[in-house]
């Protein structure tokens, strides 16, 4: 059978597996915070939808000059989309040329290895530590001269642990400046050791950072799809270039101005998640002893070839995790009763 003309690298991307939603069931698998929308946002949402017969602001300006002014650099130098998964593939697709690669740690976001495919590039994967953390030293010696950029995921996705300073200073000084350090930022609200870096702060004069954020995780507006990224002015212009146009819909940036009203709420739910994270990782600890440390809203049980088998047994409880055949299951945070919850299902099955 022949799929003419479609491309046929197509057909050996891996498809975006999303998280399990079942009515009534437990959603512990997609990283969302249970905790509703920030105060103001479902009235910015109502309010914006009386223009709902109107293109959205294209340049999407309210909220990057926000977004400049609360991160101290010019609006001309973020991008947004619909969500910081679509921004990525945007960014792939601004430096992808024939051949051209882009470097990131395995296992990592999910998205990642569609967006190279997408834009035409090779991923090169570089197993991650046996403790379930980017292999830096390995990650620099897989650039070559093809490489166009290398991704960070910190916190990583689905495992947990971040990237330390010590570790991204050292990718900065031994990568060429042509190869865009991409740092995936989209569980930094969730980070609580002081001494990780924050990759705006730290590396944002750099020429080759490419920091992304997301709305959708700590800020809670998963469902209206909006990321941002920081990066060199030319380099926000191209992916700018890249994102379809009116790509942020118009409820979607009020409902970002809002929550941004609402930080202090946002940091008070980010320390619920983050305390019940040291609880349960450490009672999933007596079971599970090797599972990681963890700076994001999940926490990664390394369980190998039996990780379908408990995300089956979680299921039959009514709780949805989200298994990685053959590797362990990614468990998100939840209210501390659902937490409690998945930790039965932990000790029924073990
Ligand atoms: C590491 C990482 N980056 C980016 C995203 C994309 O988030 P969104 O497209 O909702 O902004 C996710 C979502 O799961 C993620 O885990």
Not at 321 to 339: K, Q, Y
Request: hydrophobic share 45%; charged share 25%.
């Amino acid at each position: 059978m022949t799929t003419e003309p479609i491309r046929e690298d197509l057909a050996a991307i891996p498809r975006y597996v999303p998280g399990k939603a079942l009515p009534q069931a437990l959603k512990l698998s997609s990283n969302e915070v249970p905790y509703g929308p920030l105060p103001g946002v479902a009235e910015a949402i109502a309010d914006a939808a009386a223009n709902a017969h109107r293109y959205p602001d294209m340049g999407v300006t309210r909220l990057r000059d926000e977004l400049a002014a609360r991160l101290g650099v010019g609006a001309e130098r973020i991008a947004t989309g619909t969500g910081s998964v679509a921004l990525i593939g945007h960014l792939l697709q601004a430096v992808a040329s024939p051949g051209s690669e882009v470097v990131y740690s395995w296992r990592s976001f999910e998205a990642y290895p569609i967006a190279a495919t997408v834009a035409g590039m090779k991923s090169v994967q570089v197993p991650n530590t046996a403790d379930h953390r980017h292999d830096v030293e390995a990650m620099i010696a897989a650039v070559g001269p093809d490489t166009r950029a290398l991704i960070v995921c910190s916190p990583n996705n689905p495992t947990g642990p971040s990237v330390t300073a010590a570790e991204l200073d050292r990718i900065f000084a031994a990568v060429p400046e042509s190869v865009l350090v991409v740092i995936d930022e989209a569980y930094r609200e969730f980070v609580n050791d002081p001494s990780l870096p924050d990759g705006v702060e730290r590396y944002g004069d750099r020429p080759n950072a490419v920091v992304f954020r997301t709305f959708s995780k700590a800020w809670g507006l998963a469902g209206l799809r909006i990321g941002y990224m920081v990066a060199r002015a030319d380099v926000a212009d191209a992916v700018r270039r890249c994102v379809i146009p009116f790509a942020v819909n118009g409820p979607g940036q009020a409902a970002a101005l809002a929550a941004l009203e609402a930080e202090d709420e946002m940091r008070r739910r980010a320390a619920l998640v983050t305390s019940e994270r040291k609880r349960v990782v450490m009672a999933a600890r007596d079971l599970v002893p090797e599972v990681p440390q963890t700076q994001a809203n999940f926490f990664w049980l390394p369980l190998g070839e039996r990780a379908v088998e408990f995300a089956a047994h979680c299921e039959e409880r009514g709780i949805l995790v989200r298994p990685f055949a053959g590797d362990g299951v990614r468990v998100t945070i939840g209210l501390p009763e659902e937490n409690d919850a998945l930790l039965e299902a932990l000790r029924d099955w073990r």
